[in-house]
């Protein structure tokens, strides 16, 4: 902790915040912590980790003001947190608000991996033909070794149907695509299985014949698929601030031309969603002017905070817009909260924790 409070101590930062609940039903919050420099990318790091009574705006504030207490003991470098990148929950937007009036020169960023897999979540609802198929062989397959073994047989090469996880960004997009490459397989498959043995497999049944299937896969692999792709690219590390806000106009480009009543609805969800992500225009203004465009509007600050200046502006060149760092940590988390340790005091869990992903080995 000492080593990290000296890197981190007279240097501008990001820091994200994000919440889970765990296994034992407590709220955890994480708070990381990055350096930004001007000319490359630094260091993640795990700041802190607490248990929350609630997730509320209030329980937000008081958490980061004491993460920061951290790092600058009794004298937080309020000017040196230049951004702050959380979830779009409601209470976490209006932490931000909050806090950038205590913050004064910090910018609030809604995660755009986040934002995009709001609107995979939108397609899944425009598509139900589709999300039945995918949920139902995902029950047919899921812990029945058996019918995987009729699966290997029936179908050399190909492997088995995915099984998106609701919250896993993009996953079930992954999983339309699939569907869309295999179908005459899958459709073979599903034939060769007993409708009697499982409810999920007569329901599979009835929906493969189901007029407009085919179409709407085929739809979902041509339009969509720059989604998962864009998220994938969202997640890698030390990225630059024009190459990340690339790859969202990438997908802002490619939406604007979505024909078809499912199409319009998709890009309206696309347009709120980042219509909502107000400061993410102040990014975007930031990473034309570090890129040298010369465009008379670079000059109009109205929508800086007050006391921004150039120099503050040089340090997002490597800044992110995804929060998926607290969402690794979660992994971590997970991993070390196991079945055979479920009775860890959560101040040791915490230290290992800590531990285990500002190790050196683990950058």
Excluded at 101 to 112: A, F, P, Q, R
């Amino acid at each position: 902790m000492d080593k990290m409070k000296m890197e981190i101590r007279q240097n501008k930062i990001w820091v994200s915040i994000d919440e889970t609940c765990d296994v034992e039903e407590r709220f955890i919050a994480n708070v990381i912590v990055e350096i930004l420099k001007p000319d490359c990318p630094e260091r993640m790091f795990l700041l802190h980790s607490e248990e929350l009574d609630k997730a509320n705006h209030s329980t937000i504030c008081k958490l980061l003001e004491k993460a920061m207490g951290i790092i600058w003991p009794g004298d937080i470098q309020y000017n040196n947190v230049l951004l702050f990148l959380s979830d779009a929950a409601p209470y976490m937007v209006k932490a931000g608000t909050v806090l950038k009036n205590i913050y004064t020169k910090m910018i609030h960023v809604t995660c755009c991996a986040h934002g995009l897999h709001r609107i995979a979540e939108e397609i899944r609802g425009q598509f139900g033909t589709v999300d039945e198929l995918i949920s139902n062989i995902k029950k047919i397959f899921r812990k029945v070794p058996y019918r995987v073994e009729i699966f290997k047989s029936e179908a050399p090469g190909i492997k088995p149907p995915p099984e998106p996880v609701i919250t896993r960004w993009g996953s079930w997009i992954e999983g339309a695509i699939y569907y869309c490459e295999h179908f005459r397989t899958i459709c073979h498959v599903v034939s060769c299985l007993d409708e009697n043995d499982a409810d999920s497999i007569k329901k599979a049944k009835l929906c493969i014949v189901k007029s407009g299937l085919e179409a709407d896969l085929a739809y979902i692999k041509s339009n969509f698929e720059v989604l998962t792709k864009s998220i994938i690219e969202l997640q890698t590390k030390n990225v630059s601030l024009s190459g990340s806000l690339a790859v969202v106009e990438n997908v802002k480009q490619k939406f604007s031309l979505l024909k078809g009543i499912c199409g319009k609805l998709v890009l309206t969800k696309l347009q709120k969603v980042f219509e909502k992500n107000n400061s993410l225009r102040i990014l975007e203004k930031i990473s034309k002017i570090l890129d040298g465009e010369n465009d008379s509007n670079l000059d109009d600050f109205s929508e800086f905070p007050d006391d921004y200046s150039s120099d503050d502006i040089v340090y997002f060149k490597y800044a992110p817009i995804t929060s998926v760092d607290v969402e690794r940590s979660f992994s971590a988390y997970k991993t070390i909260l196991s079945n055979n340790r479920r009775s860890f005091v959560f101040e040791n869990l915490r230290k290992h924790l800590i531990i285990q992903c500002d190790n050196d080995e683990n950058p």
